[in-house]
Nanobody, 124 residues
Framework: QVQLAESGGGLVQAGGSLPLSCVAS????????MGWFRQAPGKAREFVAA????????DYANSVKGRFTISRDNVKNTMFLQMNSLKPEDTAVYYC?????????????????WGQGTQVTVSS
């Protein structure tokens, strides 16, 4: 069973950048498809980005496409989310998630493991 821990959240001005990391422990990281989700106050948790086991396949929500980049390092057991051109509407708690499967997925209910979340606040 894998444990996930996010880091890198914080306060940033609109137009700025912020990198997030998700470190996995307790499992074979390369066997897990991974994803990033976010949840703003009063809203449902939503898909942000997903990546396959090798990192060769990725997918993004339309709202972040062209601004965010998901990647992973299977040697360091770490997934990343580089967030650029941030907007106030990107403000949310960001969660990393994992599922022991070959194919990546955008559906949050399919993910088996979740981190505790990290707060990202974008000021206008």
């Amino acid at each position: 069973q894998v444990q996930l821990a996010e880091s890198g959240g914080g306060l940033v001005q609109a137009g700025g950048s912020l990198p997030l990391s998700c470190v996995a422990s307790g499992g074979t990281f390369s066997m897990y498809a991974m994803g990033w989700f976010r949840q703003a106050p009063g809203k449902a948790r939503e898909f942000v980005a997903a990546i396959g086991r090798t990192g060769s396949s990725t997918d993004y929500a339309n709202s972040v496409k062209g601004r965010f980049t998901i990647s992973r390092d299977n040697v360091k057991n770490t997934m990343f989310l580089q967030m650029n051109s941030l907007k106030p509407e990107d403000t949310a708690v960001y969660y990393c998630a994992g599922r022991r499967t070959e194919s990546m997925t955008t559906f949050k209910d399919i993910y088996e493991y979740w981190g505790q979340g990290t707060q990202v606040t974008v000021s206008s």
